[in-house]
């Protein structure tokens, strides 16, 4: 890592308090987090809900930090400090700093829906040709953003990096930070409207990013969404466009599942047609891997190398990967959710046999309309051939006044998590498939352990 102490009191302006000797001190690490410390690394304290990492100093340099940072002077006699108006603000300088230093290109992957999907899935494909560093599960925000590029090492080749926001303005210091070669914008949904407003200001919001693209910069956006299909270029160039339309650069066609779990299709570009199979369940897994196929032609990948990394991807937990007990099948899709996203998860539900069962939650940050939003779901469902819809929260009850024209789907509703957990054992029958999607912050995933222990459950 080329990046020294000196370096640091450079990028953040800050006040350098300890040895001399130590500003040339090459930084072996950088983090946030006291239990990361090893010899050499740099510990910026922030100051969390839950903590504060000012209070971590000494034990950190006592590790074996060559210094910290700090918002307020430290004694000691152990290492450096350098002291800050704003450790946030110092760990973003750092890592724009750290950034310009890097010669190996990179990939920002941004959108309302499958960002992470979609960045897991364009460093596979990548992966098969270069030395990836990727984003981390889905820190994607002005924290975990740069934490991530401080991560980057002289032998990574190629780095993808997810980009996630909520508000306007928050896009341009992503893209300062990170200055991303190639942009990938997966859709422009209906997220975080309350402060997004409507999708216009989603695109409007999201779209800060192509302004931090070099000159020479690619934008690879979905073509088959509005308003995103509708971008004339991108800094005076077109965009590569991707989806099911044949008139795109990149469509694909010949979707069929492969049982409940697979898919395959047909990938096309400029004359080139590949054949890729989808260990991954959902019609959404296309886009996925049409965005990584394209950024993969970008690199000089092969048609053999792009259809190797798009067939090494599985879904995850949280993102519906299923999870089989003795007598249940369980989508776990409960890291997030938005109505594009549930109507998705809707649909790789559909194609199980059996009796399917969804469990859906409040889903947040959807403004005004978002009761509209929800019942949309609902409405979505119905005829979707569910057997049971089980809600929870005073939002996900207008999924099922949306879902009450169907006199054939059961609908139970309940307030709580709790309410419902007591409730399980009348509710599910063995070789039941079970459907499980709200916001992250309905922390549904403490359902499954319930889901998994239920026993001797009625046919």
Not at 85 to 96: G, K, N, Y
Not at 169 to 191: F, S
Not at 211 to 235: F, H, K, R
Not at 243 to 261: C, H, I, M, N, V
Request: contains cysteine; aromatic residues 6%; charged residues 20%.
């Amino acid at each position: 890592m080329e990046l020294t102490l000196e370096h640091v009191c450079k990028a953040c302006h800050g006040e350098y308090h300890g040895d001399p000797s130590l500003l040339q001190k090459q930084i072996e690490n950088v983090t946030t987090d006291s239990r990361q410390v090893i010899k050499g690394s740099l510990f910026i304290a922030l100051k969390g809900a839950r903590a504060d990492g000012h209070d971590f100093i000494e034990s950190c340099l006592a590790a074996g930090a060559y210094c910290c940072l700090s918002e307020r002077p430290v004694q000691t006699d152990k290492g450096a400090v350098i002291v800050v108006d704003s450790t946030f603000q110092a760990l973003r300088d750092i890592a724009a700093y750290y950034r310009k230093t890097l010669k190996i290109p990179v990939i920002g992957i941004t959108g309302s829906v499958g960002k992470t999907g979609t960045k897991d899935m364009v460093a596979s494909v990548l992966s098969q040709k270069y030395k990836v560093h990727k984003t981390e599960k889905n820190y994607n925000n002005d924290i975990g953003l740069p934490q991530t590029i401080l991560k980057i090492r002289p032998e990574h080749e190629i780095a993808v990096l997810e980009m996630g926001i909520n508000h306007f303005g928050e896009m341009r210091v992503l893209g300062e930070i990170a200055r991303p070669d190639v942009v990938v914008m997966t859709n422009v949904g209906p997220c975080h409207l309350e402060n997004l407003i409507d999708l216009q200001g989603v695109l409007k919001a999201k779209s800060e990013v192509f302004d931090t693209m070099p000159p020479e910069g690619t934008a690879i956006l979905n073509g088959d969404e509005p308003p995103l299909c509708e971008v004339p270029s991108v800094n005076g160039k077109p965009p590569v466009f991707f989806g099911f339309k044949s008139s795109l650069d990149w469509y694909a066609d010949q979707y069929r599942p492969l049982g409940t779990e697979d898919a395959a299709c047909v990938l096309h570009h400029e004359g080139h047609a590949i054949p890729v199979t989808l260990h991954a369940p959902g019609r959404h897994m296309v886009y996925h891997a049409l965005a990584a196929a394209a950024v993969g032609h970008r690199f000089g990948l092969s048609d053999a190398q792009i259809a190797e990394g798009i067939s090494a991807i599985r879904p995850e937990n949280g993102r519906n990967g299923l999870i089989r007990t003795g007598s249940l099948a369980i989508i776990d899709s409960c890291y997030n959710a938005n109505p594009v996203s549930m109507k998705g998860a809707v649909d790789i539900l559909s194609v199980y046999p059996g009796r399917k069962v969804c469990i859906l939650g409040d889903m947040f940050e959807l403004g005004d309309d978002s009761k509209a939003l929800h019942y949309s779901v609902g409405q979505y469902i119905a005829g979707k051939q569910i057997d049971l819809l089980i809600t929870i929260g005073d939002l996900a009850k207008e999924i099922a006044r949306g879902a009450s024209a169907d006199t054939a789907l059961q609908i139970q509703s309940y307030q709580t998590k709790e309410a419902l957990i007591k409730a399980l054992p009348l509710l599910i029958r063995a070789k039941d498939t079970i459907l499980l999607k709200a916001s992250h912050g309905m922390h549904f995933e403490e359902i499954i352990p319930y889901l998994q222990s239920a026993p001797h459950l009625p046919q």
